[in-house]
């Protein structure tokens, strides 16, 4: 890979997650086409090498943005409540992610699998405070990438 799509890689990423953050959505290719002044054509070909790297996840119909750990572009079972924002987490590590990667306090709120009760998990000053939840990871971590969906 050239220096230059090294560079604009590492910037349409940067942009991705400031958007996630500032707005608890992903970019559109068409928005990140008019933010760098390429065709969205040319964004969508940064977007299929970040996916390549494990650096995001597209969706794999729309090849729009799914995923950009911890973030999630589609409604999951964890949510995550912060800056007056909400954000959606791709599994509970992923919500705990989240709070870390803005720096901030927290209210998580996830869905049990089985029961489908909501657990409610607040993270102040980077410490998680809850009621002895337990999150387990049915698939190791080494398999996420065999399909990060239902991983």
């Given at each position: 890979?050239?220096?230059?799509?090294?560079?604009?890689?590492?910037?349409?990423?940067?942009?991705?997650?400031?958007?996630?953050?500032?707005?608890?959505?992903?970019?559109?290719?068409?928005?990140?086409?008019?933010?760098?002044?390429?065709?969205?054509s040319k964004a969508q070909d940064v977007?299929?090498?970040?996916?390549?790297?494990?650096?995001?996840?597209?969706?794999?119909?729309?090849?729009?943005?799914?995923?950009?750990?911890?973030?999630?572009?589609?409604?999951?079972?964890?949510?995550?409540?912060?800056?007056?924002?909400?954000?959606?987490?791709?599994?509970?590590?992923?919500?705990?992610?989240?709070p870390a990667a803005l720096d901030t306090?927290?209210?998580?709120?996830?869905?049990?699998?089985?029961?489908?009760?909501?657990?409610?998990?607040?993270?102040?000053?980077?410490?998680?405070?809850?009621?002895?939840?337990?999150?387990?990871?049915?698939?190791?971590?080494?398999?996420?990438?065999?399909?990060?969906?239902?991983?």
């Amino acid at each position: 890979m050239h220096d230059v799509e090294k560079e604009i890689d590492a910037q349409v990423r940067t942009f991705a997650y400031r958007a996630f953050a500032a707005r608890g959505t992903a970019p559109r290719p068409d928005e990140i086409a008019a933010a760098f002044g390429v065709t969205v054509s040319k964004a969508q070909d940064v977007l299929e090498r970040l996916h390549r790297a494990h650096a995001l996840f597209l969706d794999p119909e729309t090849r729009a943005i799914r995923m950009a750990n911890p973030f999630s572009a589609v409604p999951t079972a964890f949510r995550v409540r912060a800056n007056g924002r909400a954000y959606w987490a791709n599994c509970a590590w992923d919500a705990l992610g989240i709070p870390a990667a803005l720096d901030t306090d927290a209210r998580i709120e996830a869905r049990c699998a089985g029961t489908d009760d909501v657990v409610a998990i607040e993270v102040r000053a980077g410490e998680v405070h809850g009621n002895s939840e337990v999150a387990h990871f049915a698939v190791p971590f080494h398999r996420w990438y065999d399909d990060l969906i239902t991983t």
